[in-house]
């Protein structure tokens, strides 16, 4: 098949897809979860920032034996990334992917016309 004519049946599908009202749908959900996340992420590792550069004194007190409240806040770094990882994937199961599924079913259907 010419190649030209391979290109031409691609852009075709693409703009099928493109054009499609799932595919805005899936922007939309896609923003609504990321942004709002993103920003509460931010926000507490930059308050974890703060208080460790002008809050020492309280990032230093000992919770737990040599366990302080810096430690503490340091580890709960890593469980809010598994957490919101986890909860991204379980919304982007329920929410996104049947969209996807189906703007990629009309992907293949438009490329074979």
Not at 43 to 65: D, E, H, K, P, S
Not at 88 to 99: I, M, T
Not at 100 to 113: F, H
């Amino acid at each position: 098949m010419d190649e030209d004519v391979v290109r031409e049946r691609d852009a075709r599908a693409y703009e099928a897809v493109h054009d499609a009202a799932d595919f805005t749908e899936l922007k939309r959900r896609y923003k609504n979860f990321v942004v709002p996340w993103t920003i509460a992420f931010m926000a507490w590792y930059l308050a974890y920032v703060a208080c460790n550069n002008w809050a020492r004194g309280f990032m230093n007190t000992q919770v737990i034996g040599h366990i302080n409240v810096a430690l503490i806040f340091g580890l709960l770094q890593f469980v809010s990334t598994f957490a919101i990882a986890a909860i991204y994937g379980r919304f982007a199961n329920r929410k996104l992917d049947p969209l996807a599924a189906g703007l990629n079913a009309k992907y293949k259907r438009e490329r074979r016309r």
